[in-house]
């Protein structure tokens, strides 16, 4: 991997490493990628049967008792081995109960016919099982219309039907005795076309008729419905063409301007959820989605519809924008596979060449005819060389990581600088008051809450809880509610100032459960609300983590809606009241703008594929389990159950409290945010991300919500999770917010700075003299500026520092030289505003004067831009409107680390057929990238 660092020149590495102790000894810490975690099945002790879901019954939890020495129940791992070869569903169990709209067992179907009746008259003609394949077309395609039907026939599929859109196909449809309904629109175009579908679904879905929306683009090899999971809303296709691409993965991003126990945090990616090819299944959920789709559709002229759909099934409600609630499922990509993964894997790849796909979308090719006619040869007429016809295009495929590796200055740095908070802001009520909006598109999710029980007389815990949410006044219909902080002796000075801001705030309905017998005598006084001591022997931070959520998991089968916070918050109003409670889980972003906090539809680019370069998708940056709410629901309890199986499964009894926290964000993000797929089940819970700007995380507090600029906004609260010198911050933020006093938050610097109250605040100083000095031409940080030129400056590339002090820059010119108080630092001052730039970890950390705002530069003069994108002048511009967005590192687990072998690609970086396993971004390779500075 070739890549460019301020600690030198870049250098061709082929990095190897075989032993766990030569990872240790790297100056950051190892970075997980982690794979979909194992479907995890809980049996634990009974608690009463009074706290059990009627369907799907959550997993069964022991209430805490207050003796010490509990031990927790390690879930077995899953003995079933997943074949990818096989398309026919493998049994699987857990997840969300579909809300069917007709009851599997209900007599009378379809439904709602009264408003419909023409549509009812079709589908009982055609469904089978109550379910129909659904392709919407006009007459200019009845030439590929033909050859689907006859695929379809082929494939001996029957119900299949036609949304005629113009007057002419239904007396061709009748030729041919093809079923239709007939909906005349005059929409003309493939994209214009294709956006009608949504609203045609939704007819389908109120009737009660499940739904295989199918492009004409698709060759249907066998019966699509024999190879459906059934435990979703939504099974799709994704553009996907390995694990990691297909299902989702996960990266580290990395921001160094947040010093080193801030710059790393997780985030999750995955290629379009293709609108050409999808199940829904006649479930409330589904309908909510196509009702939000139709509308976008409607009321969003310029939206592409893969776009739309990509964004509704990938991403959590926010604000008003209340999602679908679905549980979805991404289907098998070797069995409903796309065009890429046809004709640059399974022609070449020799164990594939035998294998009979269920279906094959032509969307990656143009033209399509051809390639679709390829496959019909292949598979229907037997003609095993029909997939041969292009012998010079390339095959193998490029995993993203690749792909993208000359692109950090965008696909990271720009990312992690970025500072776009209209939807936020817009979505503050009048007054920038956080309260809860209405949903934008008419939608309205319902969670299943599970009833509150009685509490036992030994059972401590439950009655504490009872009399804490007893403190807050709620409507008879809510489940009672309250906050739960955890800690230890080491935790009393954090929580102390939690609870001075819950008093300030008006918040009373607060218990602080202690995990050792000298937490609440440290407190006092300051206890204003509940306290309960429940010592534990599990004193390791793994043992903490899994006694944290088994105790959620209790008071979640006990009826309680809890809101779980780290000692680290400070509460400037009631949260309660901004809760918006149509999820399992609400959860505070890890983000600091709207791309990272809600998600983003981003761009890999692979010149490979030509007219099809660009992969769409999306990204969106990890929740954090130390602040969220979680519903009293069967589908929360299940996360929680799922959450204490992760804690107990690491077994690293010597693991800091802080890698502790990086597992415990990378398994809550993967849980809520990995689709269901192989033999992996998703619990279902519905997220909801809160207001960043009213859940606040200490990088947006102290990168942006302290300047002047958003002074007019009032936080509901802060947690301090960003930074290890946490009671410094938190006595900020309460005096910035109770006292009224904002010295102490404008004099903290941004960086965290390991937790050591007398280190000096860095200065950031802009007067004096910048102007180049001769003597800078022997100082070693303006030689490497040079050395290094050009570098990329908040993702766009084109700054360059040259000799005597000239800066060039794609906004204008300007000048640099060594800061004339700082000889660690450098000035460059360019279109009218200052900027002090320190090195760190490879790149450089740009502190703008009068603002502070942060921006990321990095060294591009070794980054091969040419050849992987030729257009790259054009689209360096464009990289920070998100075009092309990707990640920064992707590092596979240790014990993959461990058992490292032979690389997976040949010296082309294509794919090769080798095979060995990493829980990574795709089950068959790994890849790492280092820089010169962590070594």
Known sequence: VSHSTLGGAASQRHIILPKKTLLEGLRTPPLRILAAPPSVRISERSISDTTRASSPPPPETQPVPSAAGNSILRPAASQQRFDELNCTPQVTSGGRALDMIVPAVASEWPVNCASNEELCAVVRKVAVNREVLVAVCNSAVIGQLDKWVDANQRAHITNMLIIAIDERLPSLLDQRGVAYWRRVDKALGSHKISAQKFKFVRAFLEIGVSVIMSDIDVVYIQNPFDYLHRDADIEGTTDGWDDGSAYGWMEQL???????????????????????????????????????????????????????????????????????????????????????????????????????????????????????????????????????????EPVGVVPAPVLEKDFLHSINDGFVSGADTRNAMSALSAGRRCAPLPSTHNVKV??????????????????????????????????????????????????????????????????????????????????????????????????????????????????????????????????????????????????????????YNHVIDDPSMGFTRFCHGSRIVGYEPSLFFASPTPEALALASRMQAHAAAESLSSASRWEMARLEREAFLSELWMPSHKLYVSTGAIVRVLNYMCFVNSKFMFRQLRHDKLSSVTPVLVTINYHTDVERRMQAVFDRYHEHNKALLQALPLADNAGDPSQSVP????????????????????????????????????????????????????????????????????????????????????????????????????????????????????????????????????????SWGSSNYDSKGLFSPRQWTCGAYDQSWAYVLLDSSTL
């Open 446 to 599: 319902s969670t299943n809450k599970l009833p509150a029980s009685e509490c036992s007389a030994t059972d401590e815990l439950c009655s504490a809880a009872r009399r804490a949410a007893s403190l807050r006044a709620s409507s008879s219909t809510r489940a009672p509610e309250l906050m739960l902080v955890m800690g230890t002796l080491k935790d009393s000075p954090a929580i102390k100032l939690l609870l001075r801001s819950a008093s300030s705030a008006g918040v009373s309905n607060l218990l602080v459960l202690a995990t050792d017998d000298k937490l609440l005598p440290q407190l006092g006084g300051a206890t204003n609300s509940v306290g309960l001591s429940l010592p534990t022997s599990s004193a390791s931070a793994d043992g903490l983590l899994a006694f944290k959520w088994r105790v959620l998991a209790q008071l979640l089968s006990q009826g309680f809606g809890v809101l779980y916070t780290d000692p680290s918050t400070v509460l400037v109003s009631d949260p309660f009241e901004a809760l918006y409670r149509d999820a399992d889980i609400e959860a505070m972003s890890l983000g600091w703008d709207d791309p990272s906090s809600y998600g």
């Open 763 to 898: 200065a950031n100083p802009c007067d004096g003299a910048r102007s180049w000095m001769a003597s800078a031409e022997a100082n070693d940080l303006a030689k490497r500026a040079i050395a290094e030129s050009p570098w990329a400056w908040g993702g766009v590339a084109g700054f360059e520092f040259a000799r005597g002090g000239e800066l060039r820059t794609p906004w204008g010119a300007g000048h640099w030289g060594v800061h004339s108080e700082l000889p660690d630092t450098l000035f460059a001052d360019f279109v009218g505003s200052k900027h002090n730039l320190r090195f760190s970890h490879g790149v450089a950390v740009s502190n703008r004067c009068g603002d502070s705002n942060v921006v990321l530069l990095r060294s591009v003069k070794n980054a091969n831009l040419a050849s992987s994108f030729p257009g790259y002048d054009a689209f360096a511009w464009m990289s920070v409107a998100a075009i092309f967005a990707g990640m920064f590192a992707w590092p596979c687990a240790f014990a993959a680390l461990r």
């Open 254 to 392: 990395d921001d160094p301007s947040l010093g080193d126990y801030g710059r790393f945090r997780p985030a999750m990616r995955i290629t379009a959820w293709n609108s050409g090819l999808w199940y829904a299944r006649a479930t409330r959920a589904s309908l909510r989605l196509m009702t939000i789709l139709a509308y976008r559709m409607e009321h969003e002229p310029n939206t592409w519809d893969q776009a739309a759909f990509g964004e509704e099934v990938a991403r959590p409600a926010r604000d008003g924008h209340h999602a679908a609630g679905l549980v979805k499922r991404a289907l098998n990509y070797w069995c409903f596979a796309n065009s890429k993964t046809v004709f640059r894997r399974m022609k070449a790849e020799p164990h594939l060449l035998n294998h009979r796909p269920v279906v094959v979308h032509a969307n990656y090719h143009q033209p399509k005819e051809p390639r679709m006619r390829a496959v019909f040869d292949r598979w229907h007429l037997g003609r095993r060389d029909a997939l041969s016809r292009w012998e010079s």
